[in-house]
């Protein structure tokens, strides 16, 4: 298993500008991944961030919106740009720790609100 | 594109009754996990199930995944209030490559 913290935990922005969501696993991973969860849904794989490799987007993201850094095996970032109201969402990190079944162990998640 | 469907949606029950919440799909999955989500906090890990038919028991919980792995199935007796929450089943496609959620139960034990 993995303990992973996120910072913040909520926050309320204004339209139009950006937020940066961090994630910080007590242990090395390979693979690490950013989850959207919109209220009362399940949740949608944003991107997948593996260390010394770019972020790989799902159909719907793009960089430039959701750019992610992956600096080393313990560390992530999601940046939710130029945001609105849309973007109002829970942010979920998560990892998965061995090779075998895809076991993902999450974040307790950032609640972001957009003004 | 694999899809996972899950039923029922919601779920409102008595502390002390049984129920089973049902992960359907028309795809094969290698490996299917079942999560549990409460407010605030992110998904927990509950079970994983890899062979066809096997059965995991978690104290009141038992979990089943079909003998054609396109479905499985969580059975939880005698609920308590603290097993409300999201129950999300997600699973691993049997290439490896694509990893996916269902919608959710979203269940309520009242007491």
């Known amino acids: 298993s993995a303990v992973i913290s996120q910072k913040p935990s909520r926050d309320i922005c204004q339209r139009g500008t950006s937020l940066t969501i961090q994630c910080q696993v007590d242990?090395?991973?390979?693979?690490m991944f950013w989850y959207r969860q919109q209220p009362g849904q399940s949740l949608t794989l944003i991107a997948t961030?593996?260390?010394?490799?770019?972020?790989?987007?799902e159909s719907g993201f793009v960089i430039d919106k959701f750019p992610i850094s992956r600096p080393n095996l313990t560390f992530s970032t999601l940046t939710v740009s130029n945001m609105s109201p849309e973007d109002s969402s829970i942010y979920l990190c998560?990892?998965?720790?061995?090779?075998?079944?895809?076991?993902?162990?999450f974040g307790p998640g950032t609640r972001l609100t957009v003004t | 594109t694999q899809l996972l469907e899950q039923s029922p949606q919601f779920l409102s029950i008595q502390e002390g009754e049984n129920l089973t919440v049902y992960c359907n799909s028309s795809s094969v999955f290698s490996s299917l996990q079942w999560y549990r989500q409460e407010p605030g906090e992110g998904p927990v890990l509950l079970v994983t199930v890899v062979t066809g038919g096997e059965v995991k028991k978690l104290k009141r919980l038992t979990f089943q995944f079909g003998d054609a792995r396109k479905d499985s199935s969580l059975h939880i007796t005698a609920a308590q209030p603290g097993d409300t929450g999201l129950y999300l089943c997600a699973g691993e496609d049997r290439y490896g490559q694509n990893f996916v959620f269902g919608p959710g139960t979203r269940l309520s034990v009242l007491p």
């Open positions: 242990s090395q991973v390979t693979m």
């Open positions: 961030a593996n260390q010394g490799s770019e972020a790989t987007y």
């Open positions: 998560s990892v998965q720790p061995g090779t075998g079944p895809y076991e993902q162990y």
